[in-house]
């Protein structure tokens, strides 16, 4: 007799999609995918990838967006800190 068990959980379905399409181009399904994160898991007795709360939100990539266009418009008024102090204090 088998030695299986079955999990169940709830992801969203374009994320389920997604892995699913990225699974099979690596030549595997989502239950191999999962067999293979869990085997990784517990030999290393840890998360096999850095979880960071680093990731920026929707407001700091739109500022890093806008910071971007702002530095390759040559319209754009740079400044450095002098300047910028004095602009400020006006």
Known sequence: ??????????IDSVLKNQAEN??????????????????????EGKIPFEISMHTPNADTI????????LLSNPNTVKYDVEDALKELKK
Request: charged residues 20%; hydrophobic residues 45%; glycine residues 2%.
């Open 1 to 10: 007799m088998s030695n299986l068990t079955s999990v169940s959980f709830r």
């Open 22 to 43: 990225l699974f099979k181009e690596l030549g595997m399904n989502m239950t191999t995918a999962f067999n293979i994160f869990l085997k990784q898991s517990v030999r």
């Open 62 to 69: 739109s500022a890093l967006i806008e910071s971007e266009e």
